[in-house]
Each structure stands twice: as structure tokens, then as C-alpha cells.
């Protein structure tokens, strides 16, 4: 089993649509929990942190479920500069860790 | 948040050939700094840790004689891919930890002809 799993799409999503993404992992110990967005070939930039307590940050929320080890990312008001691979991300420690990479999931926002 | 770069963004040698890559935190001081690879449509794997002064940790399954990484100062940690091969051809990304976030490089395109 991958330790970090997510449906790598596309989600092909009109603008202003919502969207959702999920990932599970499968350590358990695992501590810190993460979004990362990827555009096409470039590094990855953090998107926000997650906490068991649910967060928002503008158009996107994020809520973590560490009994079922699910993460989720919603996104509202989709915008076309929202095109990219949204990757879920986790570590031991914060990012005093390596991190843990899932594959990436690759939105793609129409006009 | 912080820059981080990477030098070369791009190299393309012959196999057998060795190639270093440079990532330094411009604007801050990295105990820890970490390099990734990340092969067409997979996700970004952890190779090894790179601590300031000290030999780096490797990650399961990664040659440490092959991928030599050296981390001198505060601000610099290079990975020498030595002898390298068609397989080797990758997008190795570093990053440089920050307090308790990580911050990435642009990137270096490895192709291994």
C-alpha cells in the first residue's frame, strides 16, 4: 500500500464550480499534514497546512480525520489560475522531517 | 517565505559522466536541506537528508556511493551523481528547511543521455 494515496484525475471543473479533493495515508504516526501545489514542471509551493481542527485560508479549506488517516481540500470559486496537481503531503515532525509525497491529483479549471 | 535555489536548472551528459548540483537558501541558514527526485508522472520521492557538518541520512533503496551529498556550510548542500546512466535522468528537487516548513528549489532536469 502507497503511504500517501490520492485519485490522480483530471478533474476537469468549469470555472467557479466548487471542487474537492481527498488523500489517505497509511502511517499512522505521521504528524504534520500538508498541500502542496505543483504547476507543470516546476517545484512544489505550499498551499497550506492542515490541522485536525479543520482551516481555511480564503477560497480553499482543509480538514484532516486522523482516525480514518483521510485529508481533504476543497476548493470554492474555482479560478483558471487554480489549474495544477494539488499534492497531499505528510511528515513526522512539521518540516523538520523529509516529507511524504502523494502523487499528485491534476485539477484542470474551464473557461 | 524564503529562496531557495538550485544551479544547474537544466544539464544534459553523457552516461558515465558526473554531475553536481548545487542548492543554497539565499536569505536564511539551513541546518537540514533535503533532496527529492521526481520521475515523469510520479510523486516527488525522498532520497536523503543533508545535515550542516555531518554525513547525510539516505533513504531506503539509495545508493549513498552513487548520489554523494555534501553540505558544508549553512547555506550550501550539493548532490554528485556519479557515473550516471539513462536511468538516472530525473527533475531532482531540493529544499531547505526554515523553523518547521520546508521551502523547494527550482528544480535541475537530469538527462543522461
Known amino acids: 500500500r502507497k503511504e500517501v494515496e490520492q485519485d490522480p484525475g483530471p478533474f476537469n471543473v468549469p470555472e467557479g464550480a466548487t471542487v474537492a479533493f481527498n488523500c489517505t495515508y497509511s502511517n499512522s504516526a505521521s504528524q504534520s499534514f500538508f498541500w502542496y501545489r505543483q504547476d507543470c514542471r516546476k517545484e512544489p509551493k505550499l498551499l497550506m497546512s492542515?490541522?485536525?481542527s479543520g482551516n481555511e485560508d480564503g477560497r480553499f479549506t482543509a480538514q484532516l480525520n486522523r482516525a480514518s488517516q483521510y485529508i481533504s481540500l476543497l476548493i470554492r470559486d474555482s479560478k483558471l489560475s487554480d489549474s495544477a496537481t494539488y499534492l497531499c503531503v505528510v511528515s513526522g515532525r512539521g518540516g523538520a522531517d523529509g516529507l511524504t509525497f502523494g502523487k499528485g491529483t491534476h485539477l484542470i479549471i474551464q473557461p | 517565505g524564503a529562496v531557495v535555489s538550485q544551479h544547474p536548472s537544466r544539464v544534459i551528459c553523457k552516461s558515465g559522466t558526473s554531475v553536481k548540483i548545487e542548492c543554497r537558501s539565499l536569505d536564511f541558514q539551513a541546518t537540514t536541506m533535503f533532496w527529492y527526485r521526481q520521475f515523469p508522472k510520479q510523486s516527488l520521492m525522498l532520497m536523503a537528508t543533508s545535515n550542516e557538518g555531518s554525513k547525510a541520512t539516505y533513504e531506503q533503496g539509495v545508493e549513498k556511493d552513487k548520489f554523494l551529498i555534501n553540505h558544508a556550510s549553512l547555506t550550501l548542500s550539493t548532490l554528485t551523481v556519479t557515473s550516471a546512466h539513462p536511468e538516472d535522468s530525473s527533475f531532482y528537487i531540493c529544499?531547505?528547511?526554515?523553523?518547521?516548513?520546508?521551502?523547494f528549489g527550482p528544480g535541475t532536469r537530469l538527462t543522461v543521455l
Open positions: 492542515v490541522y485536525s
Open positions: 529544499s531547505a528547511r526554515a523553523v518547521n516548513e520546508q521551502f
